[in-house]
T-cell receptor, first 112, second 112 residues
Framework: SQQGEEDPQALSIQEGENATMNCSYK?????LQWYRQNSGRGLVHLIL?????REKHSGRLRVTLDTSKKSSSLLITASRAADTASYFC????????????FGQGTELSVKP | EPEVTQTPSHQVTQMGQEVILRCVPI?????FYWYRQILGQKVEFLVS????????KSEIFDDQFSVERPDGSNFTLKIRSTKLEDSAMYFC??????????FGPGTRLTVL
């Protein structure tokens, strides 16, 4: 399997609910970044968490990182219909020269 | 807020033709990347560029691909003889240091 695997692959929730997406990776990392992509559009950077950090917040987003389990989670609280998008984790690993390795993504659908 | 820009937004070409995709990085950024995303699949690294030379390239980035920074501002990706399987969204990304990569909106390449 590959670096940066997200689960679930698809998630459907009602507006106002929380959405949790998980990401697992295989090699050691410098940081892990979460991106959002609306259908057919560009990648919007959401949040970066460094390998020595365990949790980070940005507005309604909360990211955790567990380097011992090589996993991260992205929590979106009080979701809105506008949060409907695909969410990707991407790892910037040691000795990777800064390139990002992306997971397959989680497709989030928030129903009004 | 500074943004990475890409042109064109959509390029349609015939198989065997050459295409050049253009990117204008954020002005004080030093590291440049190209990624691609085939429809419905994850984002894949193609090449990284720093100090006017390629730092790393993936297996996808074969002799048909080249990159350059012709005038110190634009960063281009050239595909010499396009194949059907080159149809994808191509993203440019830039970063300043060991930090967030900012992605452009992408160029959708369609090879007929």
């Amino acid at each position: 399997s590959q670096q940066g695997e997200e689960d679930p692959q698809a998630l459907s929730i009602q507006e106002g609910e929380n959405a949790t997406m998980n990401c697992s990776y295989k090699t050691s990392i410098n940081n892990l970044q979460w991106y959002r992509q609306n259908s057919g559009r560009g990648l919007v950077h959401l949040i970066l968490i460094r390998s020595n950090e365990r949790e980070k917040h940005s507005g309604r987003l909360r990211v955790t990182l567990d380097t011992s389990k090589k996993s991260s989670s992205l929590l979106i609280t009080a979701s809105r219909a506008a949060d409907t998008a695909s969410y990707f984790c991407a790892t910037d690993g040691n000795n990777q020269g800064g390139k990002l390795i992306f997971g397959q993504g989680t497709e989030l659908s928030v129903k009004p | 807020e500074p943004e990475v820009t890409q042109t064109p937004s959509h390029q349609v070409t015939q198989m065997g033709q050459e295409v050049i995709l253009r990117c204008v990085p954020i002005s004080n950024h030093l590291y440049f990347y190209w990624y691609r995303q085939i429809l419905g699949q994850k984002v894949e690294f193609l090449v990284s560029f720093y100090n006017n030379e390629i730092s790393e390239k993936s297996e996808i980035f074969d002799d048909q691909f080249s990159v350059e920074r012709p005038d110190g501002s634009n960063f281009t990706l050239k595909i010499r003889s396009t194949k059907l399987e080159d149809s994808a969204m191509y993203f440019c990304a830039t970063r300043r240091g060991a930090d967030t990569q900012y992605f452009g909106p992408g160029t959708r390449l369609t090879v007929l």
